[in-house]
């Protein structure tokens, strides 16, 4: 037991290591403040090319959205940053997450949202057109407010897998959390700088998480 | 330097493909067995923690929702390095692939939970009552009439939420499991050459591909009926 307070409760080291921690945890939030609404805008994208009348469009956005589905967002990581150097391209640590955390989100949020549009009812459509309204203010004012509503549980728990996925940049090199938190056991040889962050990642994602549940049982029921 | 050879000898090099392809499918078979054993052990301990929450007794069902949500919250890479790194400080030595498989399983079993008793909960009460007034007990109406109408509707977000998690067998690489991206990543800097990565990345699309279909299939298949 005293081992186990030792080594993963240790206070002492946890508060010379919380300053450090704290910086990871300012460039996780920054990280954050990209990558979810270019998702979100990258993600709608997605959704509105696989369901445009283009066929070429179409199917290369469903691809799109499988590939980077089926790719473990470590192995796009490490893919771009490891990888395109030898295609001449040499991205900083924060490029190449931007990069591969952009293009994994973005589908992720783009199927979502095209599971949301396919639950609208055509007849939707075809009355806000008959309406007169032109087919961008239908999708619009019509069909995305629905849709967004449908398909809201799934939205925010993808948020929180965000934030999560944030993690895995540390394998790069950026000084994020959990980069700050693993630096600050290798100093110390004590786990108590990890269970620190990961109390600050409940912290943070604790009541969104509570959030989650909450949503997904409303619906269904 | 990069500039001297061509795209092509950068990332498909035709030699290097044959040379490392026999590490590659190692690795694949590495990812396949540990991902297995995640979905097996995931699934099963999740289905059992929603079944226990059903008897409703407080003091266990608060002790899972708090497994579920500490478990759901955390990011697996974080719960991956305290396991890894932790435990042989206080006397308990795991070999990096069972640290990989015990991690995965219970944040699969977390949301695997919450997703089987959102299921159950949405089997309405009628279902209980009737069941029990013709003389099943409590098990007999859990296993007979609520659970096999449960589960139908927890197909399609159990699949997802399985391949999402299996894809964090990636993870391992990080603890030195020789799972795809480990031996790409080796492979890659011995050669000084990129096309282990991009043969490692192949072999994630051609493993998850036709999972991520199935997952697509499944949903429209046994999709929830929403307002």
Same mark, same amino acid.
């Given at each position: 037991?005293?081992?186990?307070?030792?080594?993963?409760?240790?206070?002492?080291?946890?508060?010379?290591?919380?300053?450090?921690?704290?910086?990871?945890?300012?460039?996780?939030?920054?990280?954050?403040?990209?990558?979810?609404?270019?998702?979100?805008?990258?993600?709608?994208?997605?959704?509105?090319?696989?369901?445009?009348?283009?066929?070429?469009?179409? %199917?290369?956005?469903?691809?799109?959205?499988?590939?980077?589905?089926?790719?473990?967002?470590?192995?796009?990581?490490?893919?771009?940053?490891?990888?395109?150097?030898?295609?001449?391209?040499?991205?900083?640590?924060?490029?190449?997450?931007?990069?591969?955390?952009?293009?994994?989100?973005?589908?992720?949020?783009?199927?979502?949202?095209?599971?949301?549009?396919?639950?609208?009812?055509?007849?939707? %459509?075809?009355?806000?057109?008959?309406?007169?309204?032109?087919?961008?203010?239908?999708?619009?004012?019509?069909?995305?407010?629905?849709?967004?509503?449908?398909?809201?549980?799934?939205?925010?728990?993808?948020?929180?897998?965000?934030?999560?996925?944030? $993690?895995?940049? $540390?394998?790069?090199?950026?000084?994020?959390?959990?980069?700050?938190?693993?630096?600050?056991? $290798?100093?110390?040889?004590?786990?108590?700088?990890?269970?620190?962050?990961?109390?600050?990642?409940?912290?943070?994602? %604790?009541?969104?998480?509570?959030?989650?549940?909450?949503?997904?049982?409303?619906?269904?029921? | 330097?990069?500039?001297?050879?061509?795209?092509?000898?950068?990332?498909?090099?035709?030699?290097?493909?044959?040379?490392?392809?026999?590490?590659?499918?190692?690795?694949?078979?590495?990812?396949?067995?540990?991902?297995?054993?995640?979905?097996?052990?995931?699934?099963?301990?999740?289905?059992?923690?929603?079944?226990?929450?059903?008897?409703?007794?407080? &003091?266990?069902?608060?002790?899972?929702?708090?497994?579920?949500?500490?478990?759901?919250?955390?990011?697996?890479?974080?719960?991956?390095?305290?396991?890894?790194?932790?435990? &042989?400080?206080?006397?308990?030595?795991? &070999?990096?692939?069972?640290?990989?498989?015990?991690?995965?399983?219970?944040?699969?079993?977390?949301?695997?939970?919450?997703?089987?008793?959102?299921?159950?909960?949405?089997?309405?009460?009628?279902?209980?009552?009737?069941?029990?007034?013709?003389?099943?007990?409590?098990?007999?109406?859990?296993?007979?009439?609520?659970?096999?109408?449960?589960?139908?509707?927890?197909?399609?977000?159990?699949?997802?939420?399985?391949?999402?998690?299996?894809?964090?067998?990636? @993870?391992?690489?990080?603890?030195?499991?020789?799972?795809?991206?480990?031996?790409?990543?080796?492979?890659?800097?011995?050669?000084?050459?990129?096309? &282990?990565?991009?043969?490692?990345?192949?072999?994630?699309?051609?493993?998850?591909?036709?999972?991520?279909?199935?997952?697509?299939? @499944?949903?429209?298949?046994?999709?929830?009926?929403?307002?």
């Amino acid at each position: 037991m005293e081992a186990i307070g030792q080594q993963f409760f240790n206070l002492a080291i946890m508060e010379r290591a919380l300053p450090l921690l704290l910086m990871g945890l300012r460039q996780t939030i920054v990280i954050c403040l990209i990558v979810i609404p270019l998702g979100l805008a990258g993600g709608l994208a997605f959704a509105l090319l696989s369901r445009t009348s283009l066929s070429p469009v179409r %199917w290369a956005a469903v691809v799109a959205i499988d590939f980077f589905r089926a790719v473990p967002p470590l192995v796009l990581l490490i893919f771009v940053y490891s990888g395109l150097p030898f295609a001449g391209l040499r991205p900083s640590p924060f490029a190449a997450v931007g990069i591969a955390f952009l293009l994994n989100t973005s589908s992720y949020y783009g199927e979502i949202y095209r599971a949301g549009i396919e639950s609208i009812g055509l007849g939707q %459509w075809d009355a806000a057109r008959s309406t007169g309204l032109t087919l961008s203010q239908t999708l619009a004012y019509v069909v995305l407010p629905q849709a967004m509503r449908n398909v809201l549980p799934d939205l925010v728990s993808n948020t929180v897998e965000v934030v999560k996925l944030t $993690s895995i940049a $540390s394998v790069v090199a950026l000084p994020e959390l959990l980069y700050s938190a693993d630096m600050a056991r $290798s100093v110390t040889f004590n786990s108590s700088p990890l269970v620190l962050a990961a109390a600050i990642y409940l912290i943070m994602l %604790w009541p969104i998480v509570r959030l989650v549940s909450r949503l997904e049982r409303r619906i269904a029921t | 330097m990069d500039r001297g050879f061509g795209f092509l000898d950068a990332f498909f090099k035709w030699e290097l493909i044959e040379r490392y392809f026999p590490t590659i499918m190692q690795g694949m078979a590495v990812t396949i067995e540990i991902a297995a054993a995640v979905v097996l052990t995931g699934i099963s301990l999740g289905l059992l923690l929603a079944v226990a929450r059903s008897f409703r007794v407080l &003091p266990a069902s608060a002790l899972i929702v708090l497994f579920a949500d500490i478990f759901r919250a955390l990011p697996p890479l974080v719960l991956v390095l305290l396991v890894y790194f932790g435990l &042989p400080n206080v006397g308990i030595n795991l &070999p990096s692939f069972a640290v990989l498989w015990l991690v995965l399983s219970l944040v699969l079993a977390a949301f695997c939970e919450e997703i089987f008793w959102a299921g159950i909960l949405s089997v309405p009460k009628g279902q209980w009552e009737a069941a029990r007034s013709t003389g099943l007990g409590f098990l007999g109406t859990l296993i007979y009439v609520v659970l096999p109408q449960a589960l139908r509707l927890t197909v399609p977000p159990i699949t997802n939420r399985t391949i999402a998690i299996t894809k964090n067998t990636a @993870l391992g690489t990080v603890i030195g499991v020789g799972e795809i991206l480990n031996q790409a990543t080796t492979a890659q800097s011995f050669s000084g050459n990129a096309t &282990p990565l991009m043969m490692g990345a192949i072999a994630y699309v051609m493993l998850f591909i036709p999972v991520v279909a199935l997952g697509r299939f @499944l949903e429209t298949r046994f999709s929830w009926r929403r307002a």
